[in-house]
Protein backbone atom coordinates (compact mmCIF):
# COMPACT_ATOMS: atom_id res chain seq x y z
CA UNK A 1 0.00 0.00 0.00
CA UNK A 2 2.71 2.81 1.08
CA UNK A 3 4.96 1.35 -1.31
CA UNK A 4 2.05 1.60 -4.61
CA UNK A 5 1.14 5.32 -2.72
CA UNK A 6 5.05 6.64 -3.03
CA UNK A 7 5.36 4.89 -6.57
CA UNK A 8 2.28 7.10 -7.62
CA UNK A 9 2.58 10.22 -5.77
CA UNK A 10 6.48 10.18 -4.53
CA UNK A 11 5.83 10.01 -0.81
CA UNK A 12 4.34 8.98 2.06
CA UNK A 13 1.05 8.58 2.91
CA UNK A 14 -0.66 10.42 6.12
CA UNK A 15 -2.71 7.14 6.65
CA UNK A 16 -4.37 4.15 5.70
CA UNK A 17 -8.31 3.06 5.89
CA UNK A 18 -10.20 0.60 5.00
CA UNK A 19 -13.62 -0.89 4.52
CA UNK A 20 -14.84 -4.08 4.09
CA UNK A 21 -17.13 -5.64 1.01
CA UNK A 22 -20.85 -6.90 2.69
CA UNK A 23 -22.58 -10.08 2.71
CA UNK A 24 -26.65 -9.76 3.10
CA UNK A 25 -27.88 -12.45 4.83
CA UNK A 26 -31.77 -11.58 4.44
CA UNK A 27 -33.62 -8.48 3.32
CA UNK A 28 -33.02 -8.49 -0.83
CA UNK A 29 -33.74 -5.20 -2.59
CA UNK A 30 -35.57 -3.97 0.37
CA UNK A 31 -33.70 -0.63 1.29
CA UNK A 32 -34.79 0.96 -1.02
CA UNK A 33 -38.46 0.45 -0.35
CA UNK A 34 -37.88 1.69 3.37
CA UNK A 35 -37.60 -2.12 4.56
CA UNK A 36 -35.05 -4.46 6.57
CA UNK A 37 -31.59 -5.87 5.96
CA UNK A 38 -29.99 -8.03 7.88
CA UNK A 39 -25.68 -7.68 6.78
CA UNK A 40 -22.56 -8.45 8.05
CA UNK A 41 -19.24 -7.19 6.87
CA UNK A 42 -16.46 -9.49 5.55
CA UNK A 43 -13.19 -9.81 5.80
CA UNK A 44 -11.85 -8.56 2.13
CA UNK A 45 -11.55 -4.88 2.39
CA UNK A 46 -10.70 -2.26 -0.16
CA UNK A 47 -7.95 0.07 1.70
CA UNK A 48 -7.00 3.62 0.79
CA UNK A 49 -4.06 5.57 1.58
CA UNK A 50 -4.29 9.56 1.55
CA UNK A 51 -2.44 12.44 2.39
CA UNK A 52 -3.35 15.36 2.16
CA UNK A 53 -2.28 18.56 -0.54
CA UNK A 54 -1.99 22.11 0.12
CA UNK A 55 -4.39 22.91 -3.13
CA UNK A 56 -7.73 21.76 -4.20
CA UNK A 57 -6.57 19.00 -6.67
CA UNK A 58 -7.89 15.28 -6.26
CA UNK A 59 -5.58 12.76 -7.75
CA UNK A 60 -6.56 9.23 -7.48
CA UNK A 61 -4.36 5.69 -8.04
CA UNK A 62 -4.56 2.14 -7.58
CA UNK A 63 -3.13 -1.12 -7.44
CA UNK A 64 -5.40 -2.07 -10.89
CA UNK A 65 -3.59 0.85 -12.55
CA UNK A 66 -0.52 0.29 -14.71
CA UNK A 67 2.99 1.19 -12.91
CA UNK A 68 3.23 4.55 -13.52
CA UNK A 69 4.82 7.79 -11.70
CA UNK A 70 1.88 9.92 -13.14
CA UNK A 71 -1.86 9.38 -11.10
CA UNK A 72 -4.46 7.47 -12.87
CA UNK A 73 -6.82 10.74 -12.44
CA UNK A 74 -7.22 14.28 -11.09
CA UNK A 75 -9.79 16.60 -11.10
CA UNK A 76 -9.89 20.44 -9.17
CA UNK A 77 -12.57 19.73 -5.81
CA UNK A 78 -14.48 22.67 -7.77
CA UNK A 79 -14.35 20.82 -11.22
CA UNK A 80 -16.01 17.49 -10.32
CA UNK A 81 -19.43 17.10 -11.91
CA UNK A 82 -22.01 14.11 -11.59
CA UNK A 83 -22.88 11.95 -14.41
CA UNK A 84 -18.90 11.18 -14.58
CA UNK A 85 -18.95 7.65 -14.84
CA UNK A 86 -16.15 6.71 -16.87
CA UNK A 87 -14.63 4.35 -14.27
CA UNK A 88 -14.06 3.82 -11.05
CA UNK A 89 -12.35 6.59 -10.31
CA UNK A 90 -15.81 8.28 -10.59
CA UNK A 91 -16.47 6.62 -6.99
CA UNK A 92 -13.71 8.18 -5.07
CA UNK A 93 -14.57 11.68 -7.22
CA UNK A 94 -17.88 10.98 -6.11
CA UNK A 95 -17.50 11.15 -2.85
CA UNK A 96 -15.45 14.20 -2.25
CA UNK A 97 -18.18 16.06 -4.51
CA UNK A 98 -20.87 14.46 -2.06
CA UNK A 99 -18.74 15.69 1.12
CA UNK A 100 -18.21 19.05 -0.58
CA UNK A 101 -21.83 19.41 -1.78
CA UNK A 102 -23.15 18.95 1.92
CA UNK A 103 -20.65 21.59 2.65
CA UNK A 104 -17.95 19.93 4.16
CA UNK A 105 -14.38 21.77 3.41
CA UNK A 106 -12.62 19.07 1.60
CA UNK A 107 -9.57 19.78 0.67
CA UNK A 108 -7.42 18.69 -1.95
CA UNK A 109 -5.82 14.74 -1.35
CA UNK A 110 -3.92 12.35 -2.94
CA UNK A 111 -5.62 8.78 -2.58
CA UNK A 112 -4.31 5.14 -3.63
CA UNK A 113 -7.09 2.99 -3.86
CA UNK A 114 -6.17 -1.01 -3.76
CA UNK A 115 -9.21 -3.52 -3.04
CA UNK A 116 -9.39 -7.67 -2.06
CA UNK A 117 -13.08 -7.06 -2.59
CA UNK A 118 -14.15 -9.19 -6.04
CA UNK A 119 -16.13 -6.94 -8.28
CA UNK A 120 -19.65 -7.46 -9.62
CA UNK A 121 -20.00 -10.41 -6.69
CA UNK A 122 -22.57 -8.87 -5.18
CA UNK A 123 -20.35 -8.08 -2.18
CA UNK A 124 -20.44 -4.66 -2.69
CA UNK A 125 -16.64 -3.57 -3.92
CA UNK A 126 -18.16 -0.17 -4.89
CA UNK A 127 -19.58 0.59 -1.34
CA UNK A 128 -16.41 -0.36 -0.22
CA UNK A 129 -14.30 1.86 -2.13
CA UNK A 130 -16.74 4.58 -1.12
CA UNK A 131 -16.37 4.01 2.71
CA UNK A 132 -12.90 3.58 2.77
CA UNK A 133 -12.24 7.02 0.93
CA UNK A 134 -15.24 8.55 3.30
CA UNK A 135 -14.00 7.57 6.47
CA UNK A 136 -10.31 9.06 5.47
CA UNK A 137 -12.01 12.32 4.54
CA UNK A 138 -13.91 12.79 7.66
CA UNK A 139 -10.66 11.91 9.75
CA UNK A 140 -8.63 14.46 7.70
CA UNK A 141 -11.43 17.29 7.12
CA UNK A 142 -14.75 16.76 8.75
CA UNK A 143 -14.64 14.76 12.04
CA UNK A 144 -18.43 15.71 13.12
CA UNK A 145 -19.82 13.57 10.65
CA UNK A 146 -21.31 10.16 11.97
CA UNK A 147 -21.10 7.20 10.07
CA UNK A 148 -24.15 7.03 9.48
CA UNK A 149 -24.24 10.17 7.40
CA UNK A 150 -21.26 9.23 5.72
CA UNK A 151 -22.75 6.34 4.80
CA UNK A 152 -25.76 8.55 3.42
CA UNK A 153 -23.11 10.63 1.54
CA UNK A 154 -21.23 8.02 0.20
CA UNK A 155 -24.96 6.54 -0.98
CA UNK A 156 -25.25 10.02 -2.35
CA UNK A 157 -21.74 9.84 -4.26
CA UNK A 158 -23.40 6.50 -6.18
CA UNK A 159 -26.56 7.49 -6.46
CA UNK A 160 -26.15 11.58 -7.87
CA UNK A 161 -22.50 11.45 -8.90
CA UNK A 162 -22.11 8.14 -10.47
CA UNK A 163 -25.55 7.27 -11.38
CA UNK A 164 -25.86 4.20 -10.31
CA UNK A 165 -29.93 4.31 -8.16
CA UNK A 166 -28.62 1.88 -5.21
CA UNK A 167 -30.13 1.74 -1.59
CA UNK A 168 -28.23 2.26 1.75
CA UNK A 169 -27.65 -1.00 2.84
CA UNK A 170 -24.17 -1.27 1.48
CA UNK A 171 -22.60 2.02 2.38
CA UNK A 172 -24.36 1.38 6.22
CA UNK A 173 -22.86 -2.77 6.95
CA UNK A 174 -19.67 -1.41 5.50
CA UNK A 175 -19.25 1.30 8.02
CA UNK A 176 -21.38 0.19 10.53
CA UNK A 177 -20.70 -3.55 11.35
CA UNK A 178 -19.19 -4.58 13.90
CA UNK A 179 -17.11 -8.56 14.26
CA UNK A 180 -19.29 -11.08 15.45
CA UNK A 181 -22.21 -9.66 14.30
CA UNK A 182 -24.75 -8.20 11.49
CA UNK A 183 -26.85 -5.73 11.73
CA UNK A 184 -30.70 -5.50 11.96
CA UNK A 185 -30.82 -2.20 9.69
CA UNK A 186 -34.37 -0.44 9.74
CA UNK A 187 -33.78 1.63 6.55
CA UNK A 188 -36.51 3.76 7.20
CA UNK A 189 -35.85 5.02 10.80
CA UNK A 190 -32.04 4.56 10.57
CA UNK A 191 -31.81 2.36 13.43
CA UNK A 192 -29.26 -0.48 13.61
CA UNK A 193 -29.06 -3.09 16.11
CA UNK A 194 -26.12 -5.30 16.26
CA UNK A 195 -27.20 -9.08 16.45
CA UNK A 196 -24.73 -11.82 17.23
CA UNK A 197 -24.03 -13.90 14.45
CA UNK A 198 -20.99 -16.15 15.88
CA UNK A 199 -22.05 -19.41 13.72
CA UNK A 200 -18.72 -21.12 14.81
CA UNK A 201 -19.69 -21.86 18.21
CA UNK A 202 -22.64 -23.95 16.80
CA UNK A 203 -20.34 -25.90 14.54
CA UNK A 204 -22.12 -23.52 12.24
CA UNK A 205 -20.46 -21.70 8.88
CA UNK A 206 -22.10 -19.60 6.00
CA UNK A 207 -20.50 -21.18 2.87
CA UNK A 208 -19.93 -17.97 0.01
CA UNK A 209 -20.46 -19.78 -3.58
CA UNK A 210 -18.96 -16.99 -6.33
CA UNK A 211 -20.34 -18.29 -9.40
CA UNK A 212 -17.92 -15.86 -11.34
CA UNK A 213 -20.78 -15.04 -13.44
CA UNK A 214 -20.62 -10.95 -14.07
CA UNK A 215 -23.73 -10.06 -15.83
CA UNK A 216 -24.13 -6.73 -17.15
CA UNK A 217 -27.74 -6.60 -16.83
CA UNK A 218 -27.28 -6.41 -13.32
CA UNK A 219 -26.98 -2.32 -13.84
CA UNK A 220 -30.06 -1.89 -15.69
CA UNK A 221 -32.26 -4.41 -14.06
CA UNK A 222 -31.86 -3.14 -10.88
CA UNK A 223 -33.20 0.35 -11.74
CA UNK A 224 -36.54 -1.43 -13.32
CA UNK A 225 -36.54 -3.10 -10.02
CA UNK A 226 -36.67 0.07 -8.23
CA UNK A 227 -39.21 1.36 -10.65
CA UNK A 228 -41.18 -1.11 -10.54
CA UNK A 229 -41.80 -1.11 -6.88
CA UNK A 230 -42.12 2.93 -6.77
CA UNK A 231 -45.24 1.93 -9.12
CA UNK A 232 -46.68 -0.82 -6.82
CA UNK A 233 -46.65 1.79 -3.65
CA UNK A 234 -48.41 3.69 -5.74
CA UNK A 235 -50.64 1.27 -7.02
CA UNK A 236 -51.68 0.58 -3.81
CA UNK A 237 -51.24 4.27 -2.15
CA UNK A 238 -48.74 3.60 0.24
CA UNK A 239 -45.51 5.88 1.03
CA UNK A 240 -43.33 2.49 0.38
CA UNK A 241 -43.62 -1.17 0.38
CA UNK A 242 -42.44 -1.30 3.29
CA UNK A 243 -46.27 -0.16 4.68
CA UNK A 244 -47.64 -3.01 2.76
CA UNK A 245 -49.33 -5.83 3.41
CA UNK A 246 -50.10 -9.51 1.21
CA UNK A 247 -53.87 -8.11 1.25
CA UNK A 248 -52.97 -5.30 -0.88
CA UNK A 249 -51.75 -6.49 -3.36
CA UNK A 250 -55.22 -6.90 -5.31
CA UNK A 251 -55.06 -3.20 -5.29
CA UNK A 252 -52.19 -3.96 -8.04
CA UNK A 253 -53.42 -4.39 -11.65
CA UNK A 254 -49.95 -5.55 -13.89
CA UNK A 255 -48.92 -9.08 -12.71
CA UNK A 256 -45.28 -8.75 -12.99
CA UNK A 257 -45.41 -5.37 -11.00
CA UNK A 258 -48.17 -7.62 -8.24
CA UNK A 259 -45.11 -9.91 -8.57
CA UNK A 260 -42.01 -7.49 -7.60
CA UNK A 261 -44.20 -6.09 -4.55
CA UNK A 262 -44.86 -9.78 -3.54
CA UNK A 263 -41.10 -10.18 -3.17
CA UNK A 264 -40.36 -7.05 -1.03
CA UNK A 265 -43.42 -7.60 1.36
CA UNK A 266 -42.57 -11.04 1.87
CA UNK A 267 -38.90 -10.74 1.95
CA UNK A 268 -39.37 -7.73 5.00
CA UNK A 269 -41.06 -10.84 7.13
CA UNK A 270 -38.42 -12.67 6.58
CA UNK A 271 -35.35 -10.32 7.65
CA UNK A 272 -37.83 -9.76 11.03
CA UNK A 273 -38.05 -13.61 11.37
CA UNK A 274 -34.62 -14.34 10.64
CA UNK A 275 -33.78 -11.40 13.26
CA UNK A 276 -35.64 -12.87 15.84
CA UNK A 277 -34.33 -16.46 15.23
CA UNK A 278 -30.93 -15.45 15.24
CA UNK A 279 -31.44 -13.84 18.30
CA UNK A 280 -32.76 -16.78 20.28
CA UNK A 281 -29.76 -18.74 18.41
CA UNK A 282 -32.01 -21.12 16.34
CA UNK A 283 -29.30 -20.33 13.47
CA UNK A 284 -30.32 -23.80 11.59
CA UNK A 285 -34.01 -22.70 11.50
CA UNK A 286 -32.66 -19.96 9.73
CA UNK A 287 -31.61 -22.27 6.81
CA UNK A 288 -35.68 -22.61 5.45
CA UNK A 289 -35.92 -19.11 5.57
CA UNK A 290 -32.90 -18.55 3.21
CA UNK A 291 -34.11 -20.89 0.58
CA UNK A 292 -37.47 -19.21 0.60
CA UNK A 293 -35.81 -16.20 0.06
CA UNK A 294 -34.18 -17.57 -2.84
CA UNK A 295 -37.61 -18.78 -4.33
CA UNK A 296 -38.84 -15.25 -3.91
CA UNK A 297 -35.93 -13.71 -5.88
CA UNK A 298 -36.15 -16.09 -8.78
CA UNK A 299 -39.77 -16.33 -9.18
CA UNK A 300 -40.80 -13.07 -7.97
CA UNK A 301 -38.26 -10.52 -8.42
CA UNK A 302 -36.57 -12.47 -11.52
CA UNK A 303 -32.80 -11.42 -10.73
CA UNK A 304 -31.65 -14.76 -10.85
CA UNK A 305 -29.59 -17.35 -13.15
CA UNK A 306 -29.06 -20.52 -14.15
CA UNK A 307 -25.46 -20.87 -12.01
CA UNK A 308 -26.86 -19.48 -9.14
CA UNK A 309 -30.24 -21.49 -8.89
CA UNK A 310 -28.20 -24.20 -9.26
CA UNK A 311 -25.30 -23.52 -6.50
CA UNK A 312 -28.77 -23.01 -4.35
CA UNK A 313 -30.39 -26.41 -5.62
CA UNK A 314 -26.80 -28.81 -4.83
CA UNK A 315 -25.75 -27.11 -1.72
CA UNK A 316 -29.28 -27.99 -0.76
CA UNK A 317 -29.17 -31.44 -1.78
CA UNK A 318 -25.52 -31.95 -0.42
CA UNK A 319 -26.41 -31.00 3.12
CA UNK A 320 -26.84 -26.74 3.39
CA UNK A 321 -30.08 -26.11 5.54
CA UNK A 322 -30.77 -23.28 3.06
CA UNK A 323 -28.80 -20.90 0.48
CA UNK A 324 -29.89 -17.97 -1.60
CA UNK A 325 -28.62 -15.50 -4.39
CA UNK A 326 -27.04 -12.14 -2.55
CA UNK A 327 -26.30 -8.78 -3.82
CA UNK A 328 -28.06 -7.59 -7.14
CA UNK A 329 -28.46 -10.64 -8.83
CA UNK A 330 -27.85 -12.20 -12.61
CA UNK A 331 -24.67 -13.55 -10.90
CA UNK A 332 -21.96 -13.17 -8.63
CA UNK A 333 -22.84 -15.17 -5.20
CA UNK A 334 -24.98 -17.86 -3.45
CA UNK A 335 -24.37 -18.01 0.38
CA UNK A 336 -25.46 -21.47 2.41
CA UNK A 337 -25.68 -22.18 5.63
CA UNK A 338 -23.77 -25.30 6.50
CA UNK A 339 -22.49 -27.48 9.42
CA UNK A 340 -19.05 -26.65 9.03
CA UNK A 341 -18.31 -30.34 8.98
CA UNK A 342 -19.85 -30.89 5.40
CA UNK A 343 -18.11 -27.55 3.69
CA UNK A 344 -15.77 -30.02 1.63
CA UNK A 345 -18.72 -32.35 0.66
CA UNK A 346 -20.83 -29.40 -0.49
CA UNK A 347 -17.85 -27.82 -2.19
CA UNK A 348 -17.37 -31.16 -4.15
CA UNK A 349 -20.72 -31.32 -4.79
CA UNK A 350 -21.22 -27.90 -6.06
CA UNK A 351 -17.94 -27.79 -7.87
CA UNK A 352 -19.16 -30.77 -10.14
CA UNK A 353 -22.20 -29.90 -11.26
CA UNK A 354 -21.45 -26.62 -12.59
CA UNK A 355 -18.45 -28.56 -14.73
CA UNK A 356 -20.66 -31.37 -15.38
CA UNK A 357 -23.19 -28.03 -16.74
CA UNK A 358 -20.13 -26.90 -18.39
CA UNK A 359 -19.96 -23.86 -15.97
CA UNK A 360 -16.92 -21.82 -15.19
CA UNK A 361 -15.58 -23.58 -12.03
CA UNK A 362 -16.95 -21.37 -8.66
CA UNK A 363 -14.68 -19.79 -6.16
CA UNK A 364 -16.14 -21.49 -2.82
CA UNK A 365 -14.83 -19.47 0.95
CA UNK A 366 -16.28 -19.15 4.66
CA UNK A 367 -17.31 -16.25 5.56
CA UNK A 368 -17.18 -15.05 9.09
CA UNK A 369 -18.77 -11.84 10.40
CA UNK A 370 -15.97 -8.92 10.13
CA UNK A 371 -15.07 -5.61 11.63
CA UNK A 372 -16.47 -2.58 10.06
CA UNK A 373 -14.49 0.36 8.35
CA UNK A 374 -11.69 1.53 10.09
CA UNK A 375 -8.40 3.31 10.17
CA UNK A 376 -5.82 1.07 9.92
CA UNK A 377 -2.51 3.05 10.14
C1 LIG B 1 -27.26 -3.60 -4.35
C2 LIG B 1 -27.57 -2.20 -3.84
C3 LIG B 1 -28.21 -2.26 -2.46
C4 LIG B 1 -29.39 -3.22 -2.43
C5 LIG B 1 -29.00 -4.56 -3.06
C6 LIG B 1 -30.18 -5.49 -3.19
O1 LIG B 1 -26.26 -4.17 -3.56
O2 LIG B 1 -26.41 -1.43 -3.78
O3 LIG B 1 -28.61 -0.97 -2.06
O4 LIG B 1 -30.53 -2.67 -3.04
O5 LIG B 1 -28.42 -4.41 -4.33
O6 LIG B 1 -30.66 -5.86 -1.95
Redesign the pocket.
Known amino acids: MIRGFFEAFGRDPEGIWAAPGRL?II??????NDGF?LPMAIDAVTTAAVARRRDDVIRVSSSGAPATTTPLASSRICNLTPGNTASWSSYAFGVVWAMTEAGHAIGGVDVFIESKVPIGA?L?SS?ALECALGLALRDLFASTISLQDLALLCQRA?NAYVG?P?????QTASLCCTAGHAIEFDTRSGEIEQVDFDLSAAGLELLVIDTQVRHQLATSA?GDRRSACELAAKAIGVKALRDATLADLDKIPDDVVRRRARHVITENERVLSVAALLRSRRFIEVGPILSAAHQSLKDDFEVSCAELDLAVDIATHAGAFGARMI??GFGGCVIALIRSEDQRTIERSVTAAFASNGFTPPRIFGALAAPGARRVR
Open positions: NGEFTDYVGSAEVCGIMDYGG
